[in-house]
């Protein structure tokens, strides 16, 4: 079974790159930069030769009602993971194949960006019968061919622009088992807002 992985905001402050860092490694915001900076490119590709030092990431409390909101062990953002230390320690031997792990340091100390480079579209996944968008462009409905994607542990899709995460089973269960605080973990593939409900596996 695929689960969908989001970002527990209700309870959990979100990860925020140092831009001011980025124009310094990169460069500043240009038609011949744009690619190269991490934090407007979430495309599934590879940084670790263009940030070369450890990035940094702050958890800002941009409005009121983050107020008492605390910094997560996990988190998703634009389709990444922000991993603790601890979490790195958990998932890595998991997911170490699906994708890239960039150093950062934070407001406790060290951890890692997890980019996934695995791609749905890549091995014919996506269920074109029952995944579909509304006239608008929104995402309405995401399912896959689970078998072509068994040996992936976390993956995207271009369907949805890369900013969904998708997991098996395994990575879940060793979210819940080492409580790792952080996450909503849903069945319900392709939401991109959390709620709270039944549906949810709660992680915080």
């Known amino acids: ?14 990860p ?11 460069g500043q915001t240009s038609n011949n930069t744009i690619d190269d900076r991490i934090e407007l490119n979430n495309a599934p590709r590879s940084f670790k030769d263009i940030i070369t030092e450890p990035l940094n990431v702050s958890f800002p409390e ?15 953002f634009q389709g990444r993971l922000f991993l603790s ?5 958990i998932l890595k031997t998991q997911i170490e194949d699906d994708g890239e792990f960039l150093p950062l340091n934070y407001e406790n100390g060290e951890g890692f960006m997890f980019t996934p ?18 006239e608008w462009g ?14 992936w542990l976390l993956f995207r899709t ?9 997991c098996q089973e395994a990575v879940k269960n060793a979210i819940k088992t080492k ?25 915080n």
């Open 179 to 203: 409580q790792l605080k952080g996450l909503y973990i849903t069945p319900d593939l392709g939401r991109i807002f959390p709620c709270e409900g039944n549906e949810y596996n709660q992680v």
């Open 158 to 166: 271009k369907f949805e622009n890369y900013f969904g995460l998708h």
């Open 62 to 76: 941009g409005t009121k009602e983050q107020k008492g909101c605390t910094i997560p062990e996990i988190a998703v």
């Open 1 to 14: 079974m695929l689960y969908t992985l989001l970002t527990d905001s209700n309870n959990f402050l979100e």
């Open 85 to 89: 230390m601890r979490a790195y320690n």
């Open 138 to 151: 929104d995402l309405e409905h995401l399912a896959f061919n689970e078998s072509k994607v068994k040996d």
């Open 117 to 134: 480079l695995r791609v749905a579209e890549e091995v014919d996944a996506i269920d074109t019968k029952l995944s579909r968008k509304n």
């Open 16 to 26: 925020l790159l140092d831009r001011a860092q980025i124009d310094r490694l990169v």
